[in-house]
């Protein structure tokens, strides 16, 4: 069973925009891709859902391409405080909900 | 609007003890599912349940059952635990299954579970 994939970890400075990837084959005709923050010792927090193209809300922008089996979350101007961990969340054709393997974000000074 | 809230926060147990842990969703939600993290297999699918019905479960040994009440809480219960089972166990609820493709779920803060 193919895992969906991010990188392990990512840094950064304050101020610059970050893109961390999600690598997800076998994602289901009809779901959606869900990405979520996580601090320590808390439970994820919703970012962003999309099903297609590019959606943006206030704190981010998601890209899909058209063959829908991997996406990018974009963060505008990283602050310290979006130093967390990112996962993607997919529904794959086996009506299972997959997270990512979760990507660990470090924004510098 | 209360979040999802999980009780207990931590729990500390034995192996061979059987632990039960408890999920309010949001007001008005009728689906929870629930998710095991620990840090080598990150965050597992383990259960879904809508309208007190398990729709989907993972890839979980039969140790780990769960239910929904009818006022949509939710309990996991985990029986025989062994040391691989300590874990953070998260909740998440949503308005209807998020397997139907575009529910947005909320979760809550976990259980920490440790087991000795």
């Known amino acids: 069973l193919a895992k969906t994939t991010q990188p392990i970890s990512m840094d950064s400075y304050e101020g610059q925009e970050v893109n961390i990837t999600c690598s997800h084959n076998?994602?289901?005709?009809?779901?959606?891709i869900t990405w979520y923050q996580q601090f320590p010792s808390q439970g994820p927090r919703f970012i962003i859902q999309g099903y297609k193209t590019k959606v943006t809300n206030e704190v981010a922008s998601l890209f899909i391409p058209a063959d829908r089996k991997s996406s990018t979350l974009s963060l505008p101007r990283v602050s310290l405080s979006d130093t967390a961990v990112y996962y993607c969340?997919?529904?794959?054709?086996?009506?299972?909900?997959?997270f990512g393997t979760g990507t660990r974000l470090q924004v510098f000074p | 609007k209360a979040g999802v809230t999980q009780t207990p926060r931590y729990l500390i147990k034995t192996r061979g003890q059987q632990v039960t842990l408890s999920c309010s969703p949001i007001?008005?939600?009728?689906?929870v599912s629930w998710y095991q993290q620990t840090p080598g297999q990150g965050l597992q699918f383990l259960f879904e349940y809508f309208s007190e019905t398990q729709r989907n479960k993972g890839n979980f040994p039969g140790r780990f059952s769960g239910r929904q009440f009818s006022n949509s809480r939710s309990e996991m219960n985990v029986s025989t635990l062994e040391l691989g089972d300590s874990a953070l166990y998260l909740c998440?609820?949503?308005?209807?299954?998020?397997?139907?493709?575009?529910?947005?779920?909320?979760f809550g803060p976990g259980t920490r579970l440790l087991v000795l």
């Open positions: 998440a609820s949503s308005s209807h299954p998020p397997s139907v493709g575009f529910e947005t779920q909320y």
């Open positions: 007001s008005g939600h009728r689906s």
């Open positions: 969340l997919v529904g794959e054709d086996t009506d299972k909900l997959i």
């Open positions: 076998n994602i289901a005709t009809n779901d959606y």
